[in-house]
């Protein structure tokens, strides 16, 4: 039978092993355990160690998985505006993330969709676009999320030519007067040619949310539809063309506000009128 002073020389060499300040402790808990009256002790250096291992842990990103085949076709010569919508909308729909910082948002611009953005930009395009995003402060940190109007401004193209057109309309006052007294501005400013105009910018194409919602109202998917079936369908009937990215963010809008339901089938959804 081991004796006490055994037993106390061995809690000796085990605390002279613990920091300073939890050598009494160590001590005291480690003679308990040999004496057979702490089973199940864990040294409390050790349980210190486990818990500071625990909180450095770092927590998971919700934006690691961010797929950035999903925004289009978003290049260098995009506005900063609309690469900072497309990056709201799809952190929101797929990802469960409302509203973004501009550093986070330019982040994700530069570091995963490769087109190089900087902060300061992303700031200023969103700060100037009052109806297309919320803006709330937390802290020392702006943050945006994307409203209805944001989403049509990137749904449709007649709408963006309009949001563009409003800064020409903030100019000094010598250049409106200008304006208003150059025979050519009288002629451009035509209800007539200002259609055309619009109508030649957006290529005709109206945005793939508005175009799907077309096929609703025409009965298309009182039967069940794969993304291809619909995207063929716009093609071939009238004449509008979308990559598949450019229809799953609609798809899941329409089926979010109950005019689509959807059944997974094999390996891919298929869409319905409910």
Partial sequence: MTSVDDLVARAVTAAEKAPDALREVTFSEVFRYLSGQGAGFEPAASTSASKSRKAKEPQGDPLADFDRTK???????TPALERALS?????????????????QIADLLTKTVRIR???????????????????RKVGNKVLYSIMGAGETYLDDPQARDKLKSKPARKSSSKAKSAARSSPKAKSNSSPGKSAKNSAAKSGGRPGPQTALRGLIDAGYFAQPRAIQDAQKRLEQSRGYRYKQNELSGPLVRLLRKGLL???MKGDQYEYSTP
């Avoid at 925004?71 to 010569?77: A, I, P, R, T, V």
């Avoid at 990056?87 to 550093?103: E, I, N, S, Y």
């Avoid at 300061?120 to 009052?130: F, G, K, M, Q, W």
Wanted: net charge negative; hydrophobic share 35%.
């Fill in 71 to 77: 925004l289009g076709e978003l290049n260098d010569d």
């Fill in 117 to 135: 953005t900087s902060r300061t930009t992303i700031s200023t395009a969103l700060d100037n676009a009052v109806t297309l995003v919320s803006r």
């Fill in 261 to 263: 339901q959807r059944e």
């Fill in 87 to 103: 990056v709201l909308r799809q952190a929101r729909d797929d990802h469960a993330v409302d509203d973004l910082t501009a550093p």
